[in-house]
């Protein structure tokens, strides 16, 4: 089977990617590795790409789909790829169709993974960290294991943290780019959103129980 995997950063989608990844033994796609690994292979292709991404420019739509259709193509990762944060636009939602069909394959199940923003901006904001020992432990999600901690729940410190602003800033636009690919995906009964506010553990049951259907 092949999964699109969806989530905002903070989500812990690259968490439960892995976990596939290590209990199905799927191959995990995302463009940002294709396109390394292409430069990295020192090819003409991978040389492009170089270039590209060294003046800041964004790699065009065709090039990302000749990287997923070598992919896709090879007999290596025949029906277990996992699509991590791909497609990020209705064109290459339908273009990735088109390379499915052609290798007799198709989006089997996909993903969504769904964090609120106040609770992105929780997990931020409510950071912090015992003086003593360094650990570090949520005020808002956490107050059992702080009130227990054996250094003392005195010792808890907020430290200064600019990160707030750029997870957010991220959040909204992953929402932005992402809400009409989620839309136009979300018609399909094998479309399945899944609260990402609960434990590792917990997603990763529910995501094991669509893949051993
Ligand atoms: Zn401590």
């Not at 940002?32 to 790699?59: A, H, M, P, Q």
């Not at 996992?82 to 339908?94: A, E, N, T, V």
């Not at 069909?101 to 993974?113: A, C």
């Amino acid at each position: 089977m092949n999964i699109i995997l969806f989530g905002p950063p903070g989500a812990g989608k690259g968490t439960q990617a892995q976990l596939i990844v290590k209990k199905h033994n799927y191959f995990q796609l995302s463009t940002g590795d294709l396109l390394r690994s292409e430069v990295k292979k020192n090819t003409e292709l991978g040389n492009k790409i170089e270039k590209i991404i060294s003046k800041g420019n964004f790699v065009s739509d065709e090039i990302v789909n000749k990287l997923i259709k070598q992919t896709v193509g090879s007999l290596r990762f025949r029906d277990r790829i996992i699509f991590d944060g791909f497609p990020r636009s209705i064109d290459q939602s339908k273009h990735l169709d088109v390379i499915l069909k052609e290798f007799s394959q198709k989006i089997d199940i996909v993903i969504s993974l769904v964090v609120p923003r106040e609770i992105i901006e929780k997990r931020i904001i409510g950071r912090i960290t015992c003086d003593k020992c360094n650990l570090t432990l949520n005020e808002y999600f956490n107050k059992e294991e702080i009130k227990l901690h054996p250094c003392g729940e005195d010792n808890f410190v907020k430290r200064k943290d600019d990160n707030l602003s750029i997870v957010i800033s991220r959040y909204d636009i992953y929402q932005k780019t992402t809400k009409p690919v989620l839309d136009f995906l979300s018609k399909n009964s094998n479309f399945h959103e899944i609260d990402g506010t609960l434990e590792i553990e917990e997603i990763s049951a529910k995501i094991d129980t669509f893949l051993n259907v």
